[in-house]
């Protein structure tokens, strides 16, 4: 079956505008989550989704990124007025359910803010 | 506070070598999850393990095997006979029942080197 999949994989923004990245989850897994990988912050959580609720956003870095999921499956990270130290890979992950279950990984959409 | 620690920042090994990459993890938690992903240079995080804090047992796949130590709180990780394929960065990673999401907590990755 289709893994997860993420898009764009590159997106080059200026620095002050919005970009939204997109995460399509493996099909019927129920949690959704956001990571972000930095060269100087490493892998770091950044929400969490079960269904369509976001129980857990206490990883976003400020009150610029926001999220969804729509449908229990399509997840999209908004970044409003973007900054050169959004500059990152974003990767999502998904899992059938979140207690006992491996998260699987997308590609990871890679953005550099000019 | 949780925690993951991989001290190895870079391992650089000739083919047929066995490596060994250490993790060790802080939790207080008692229900607990550790895994090991591969990232290659593709970018793509890829799934080796995972085991729960109530399984101690060791695992072998193959070329890969894991010693999950609850004593010394490590989940160390050995290539034996590595091979240029096996170049890549290796995360070890966290998660805890207690935070109700099993989010991930990371350590700083281990790249490994394999020279032919």
């Known amino acids: 079956g289709a893994g997860v999949s993420q898009s764009p994989s590159n997106k080059v923004t200026e620095k002050g505008k919005d970009v939204e990245l997109r995460c399509d989850p493996i099909s019927g897994h129920t949690a959704l989550y956001w990571y972000r990988q930095s060269l100087g912050q490493g892998l770091e959580f950044l929400i969490y989704f079960q269904g369509n609720s976001a129980p857990d956003k206490s990883g976003l870095p400020s009150d610029r990124f926001s999220a969804e999921r729509t449908g229990g499956s399509v997840s999209t990270l908004t970044i409003q007025r973007t900054q050169q130290e959004d500059s990152a890979v974003y990767l999502c992950?998904?899992?059938?359910?979140?207690?006992?279950?491996?998260?699987?990984f997308g590609p990871g959409t890679r953005l550099t803010v000019l | 506070a949780q925690k993951v620690t991989q001290a190895q920042t870079e391992i650089s090994v000739v083919e047929k070598e066995d490596v060994t990459l250490d993790c060790v993890y802080e939790t207080r938690d008692t229900t607990y999850y550790l895994f090991w992903y591969k990232q290659p240079p593709s970018g793509e995080l890829v799934f080796l393990i995972r085991r729960n804090s109530f399984d101690e047992q060791n695992e072998i796949s193959g070329r890969y095997s894991w010693n999950f130590q609850k004593s010394t709180s490590s989940f160390n990780f050995t290539i034996t006979a590595s091979q240029v394929v096996d170049s890549a960065v290796y995360f070890c990673?966290?998660?805890?029942?207690?935070?109700?999401?099993?989010?991930?907590?990371f350590g700083t990755g281990t790249r490994l080197k394999v020279l032919a």
């Open positions: 990673a966290l998660s805890e029942a207690a935070s109700g999401t099993y989010k991930y907590i």
């Open positions: 992950a998904s899992s059938l359910t979140p207690s006992t279950d491996t998260q699987y």
